[in-house]
């Protein structure tokens, strides 16, 4: 996130800030975290809520039996899977899934909603195992919601800025820019800027707005955010790796200040923890669908 935004970029936002039909919170994660709220623990009615919608319910399922999410069996019915999870897990993934499918804009010659979805199912899934590989097993259901929405900026760009979107794209094409840039270029802010406008416009979590606004460069935080470093590391390694990595992260450089924060000695270790998802990388970007 830029902390000194420029003319254009405040343009942008204010732009972006004054659209009619920017999306709410869509109901079924309120009525969700409602439950939750008055601890009512009502699988009953938690099957109920989420079932309403079958394309959600299919989706859910898909998380859950990804091979990053790391369930010893599988899920074959959203009643089973929320026994199984519990209602905080189920939560989390209905939260994530529901915040991304209500700003996506129709897919185009311009926007690979598959890539970008397998982008975004990869760094959300390996950063809840990571998360708990590393010992931070209270985090490991914020690093998915984080992980899931960390590009939810490209998303808001490609749908309410699609003329910007396309110059942006043409700009990286034509010249030595990467998107990073271009967006900066373009519109004076970054996905980062316009994804952290959106989770503070729904009043979510200031470390999910932290995540969202830093996700490329976490130093520049200047304070310590263990979803973030977490976030930084899975969205990193889907490039290293060239699976499931977007286009949109092609200037991402590796931020070497995660390695002491997440309990790493050195950028040998973390290398070595990062090989070992290489193969899982591989099978859970197979299995993944819209």
Do not use: C
């Not at 519990?86 to 499918?101: D, H, K, R």
């Not at 959300?124 to 985090?139: H, N, Q, V, Y």
């Not at 935080?221 to 490039?239: P, Q, S």
């Amino acid at each position: 996130m830029n902390t000194e935004t420029s003319e254009l970029g405040k343009t942008t936002l204010e732009a972006f800030r004054n659209i009619k039909n920017l999306p709410t919170i869509p109901k079924v994660v309120l009525e969700v975290n409602e439950m939750l709220r008055n601890h009512t623990g009502d699988m009953a009615r938690l099957t109920e809520i989420v079932g309403k919608d079958q394309g959600l319910t299919t989706k859910v399922l898909a998380v859950a039996n990804s091979p990053l999410y790391g369930l010893p069996k599988n899920v074959a019915s959203l009643e089973f899977g929320i026994m199984l999870l519990g209602i905080g897990e189920i939560s989390n993934i209905v939260t994530a899934l529901s915040l991304a499918q209500i700003v996506r804009g129709n897919d185009s010659e311009d926007f690979d909603y598959l890539k970008f979805w397998t982008h975004s199912m990869l760094v959300g899934t390996a950063s809840k195992d990571i998360a708990k590989r590393l010992g931070f097993g209270e985090i490991a259901g914020d690093a998915f919601v984080a992980g899931m929405l960390h590009d939810i900026g490209i998303q808001l760009t490609s749908r309410y800025f699609p003329t910007e979107f396309k110059k942006i794209i043409s700009i990286v094409n034509d010249s030595d820019m990467d998107y990073y840039q271009a967006e900066q270029e373009v519109l004076g802010v970054t996905h980062e800027d316009i994804g952290h406008f959106m989770i503070t416009k729904w009043n979510l979590p200031s470390n999910l707005s932290e995540v969202i606004g830093y996700h490329h460069r976490p130093s520049k935080l200047g304070k310590e955010n263990i979803v973030l470093n977490i976030i930084h590391l899975a969205d990193t390694m889907t490039k290293m790796f060239d699976i499931g990595n977007f286009a949109w992260d092609s200037g991402v450089e590796f931020d070497e200040s995660i390695i002491t924060t997440l309990g790493f000695a050195n950028r040998s270790e973390i290398e070595e923890f990062i090989e070992e998802y290489f193969l899982v990388f591989q099978d859970t970007a197979s299995t993944i669908k819209l």
